[in-house]
């Protein structure tokens, strides 16, 4: 076992503290335990950029690959201003189980480079994402390791990052990136597909649980890609969303909020905060109102110890990656709270990625309504198998979904064996 990680932090410890259980659990051999507690590589990149003010900085960047077991390597970039190397390398490590549980052909990554994008100009971001594109070059292509967008970036920073790519290679490359913009390539229903996997899982978790969607009060943190499309489809689907929060703060009306109407509000002020009719809250306290649905779709380490005890939600659906610490997510289970893990509940981004890519290397485009009921389908599949093994070994859907992804993996070590 290494003695001291280079990769220490906060998630880090989580992720391995999780893989640890569940190799326990599941008699994992020593050898691809101990494999799998690294990742396969990880660059560090310094990213100078010539910013609006005539000065240079240099921003730093990452790009890690946690398994190569399963195939190309596949996860998104994030632009944050706390991104660190142990925290990305966590999340490629998440990506790896994730794409396993889910049966995609697919290793895990994750990249990140830390900054604020809120506070860059559009030429700034886009001298950024093209100058860490090219530093990360050695490690990204279309059967080598393909980005995605993720907290803080967008189609637009994955139509750069093609861009860049495509032009040291003479060509068009359509497959180094998903997450594009529809017309250099990107699929009918990505933007939405993290939101609508979300929904799909609740609607088993419901079902399972003697519920119906319709009628539930749900509370949204977060109204970026995620959390947005998200509470959207629920408000579709007869949920009542009665709270929602961005980065400016939340809004809480226990009768309901009308979500066109507030995408509306959002479209022209930038923020939930001060929609019509509705209370101020805070990001912490929106967590703790009263509600059926709680789905955390905005930053890591949300629900912590300190507040854990004060969800009222009986199902928590994970949209973002790492929202519920360790200790959080014991005091969760302890109290009956049904928590859809983020490795399962926002598979579905991950899952049309995939779809984007066999299109682009196909050169041959689906519908959207073909592209909605397949990701039903792989999400409703992976759904079922978590849900019948939490039963099967008696454990909280986190660690079932945690046992499909790691065996999965595992597997792939075991029949590869160790090279040389
Ligand atoms: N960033 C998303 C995730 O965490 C999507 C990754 C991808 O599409 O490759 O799953």
């Not at 994955?158 to 497959?175: E, F, H, I, L, R």
């Not at 001060?274 to 779709?297: K, R, S, V, W, Y």
């Not at 959080?328 to 049904?338: C, K, M, N, P, S």
């Not at 598979?347 to 959207?368: D, M, T």
């Amino acid at each position: 076992m290494m003695e001291k990680s280079d990769f220490d932090s906060d998630l880090f410890r989580t992720a391995l503290a999780q893989l640890d259980r569940v190799a326990q659990r599941l008699d994992l051999e020593h050898d691809i335990h101990e494999r799998l507690r690294y990742p396969r590589r990880a660059l560090v990149v310094s990213v100078p950029v010539l910013m609006d003010d005539g000065k240079t900085r240099v921003f730093q960047g990452y790009r890690v690959h946690h398994s190569t077991v399963l195939g190309p390597t596949k996860g998104g970039l994030r632009y944050a201003p706390d991104v660190n190397l142990g925290e990305v390398t966590a999340l490629a490590m998440l990506m790896s189980w994730k794409c396993a549980l889910v049966g995609l052909p697919y290793g895990g990554a994750k990249g990140g480079v830390r900054c604020t994008p809120r506070e860059l100009s559009k030429r700034e971001l886009e001298h950024l994402t093209r100058r860490y594109t090219t530093e990360i070059m050695l490690l990204i292509g279309p059967d080598l390791d393909i980005p995605a967008p993720d907290l803080g970036t967008d189609e637009q920073t994955m139509a750069w990052m093609m861009d860049t790519y495509s032009m040291t290679q003479g060509k068009s490359v359509p497959g180094v990136v998903t997450g594009k913009p529809l017309i250099v390539g990107g699929s009918a229903g990505r933007r939405e597909a993290t939101g609508r996997g979300i929904v799909y899982a609740l609607y088993q978790a419901t079902r399972r649980l003697g519920q119906n969607l319709q009628g539930l009060r749900v509370v949204v943190q977060g109204f970026g890609n995620v959390g947005s499309v998200a509470a959207r489809l629920l408000w579709r689907e007869g949920c009542l969303v009665v709270g929602v929060s961005d980065v400016k703060g939340g809004i809480w009306n226990p009768r309901g909020l009308d979500i066109r109407d507030l995408e509306a509000h959002v479209a022209e002020s930038g923020s939930v905060a001060g929609f019509p009719d509705t209370e101020p809250l805070t990001n912490t306290e929106i967590l703790e109102q009263p509600c059926d649905i709680l789905l955390p779709a905005a930053i890591g380490s949300q629900i912590r110890e300190d507040n854990a005890d004060r969800v009222k939600a009986t199902i928590v659906a994970e949209g973002a990656n790492g929202p519920t610490t360790p200790e959080a997510d014991a005091i969760l289970r302890d109290r009956g709270v049904t928590v859809i893990p983020d490795i399962l509940a926002n598979a579905g981004g991950v899952i049309v990625s995939y779809f984007e890519w066999v299109q682009g290397l196909q050169y041959y485009f689906w519908r959207e309504s073909e592209i909605v009921s397949r990701l039903q389908e792989v999400m409703s599949r992976a759904f079922n198998r978590v849900w019948a093994l939490g039963a099967k070994e008696g454990t909280d859907l986190r660690t079932a979904a945690l046992m499909e992804g790691v065996r999965r993996v595992a597997e792939g070590y075991r029949v590869r064996g160790l090279y040389p």
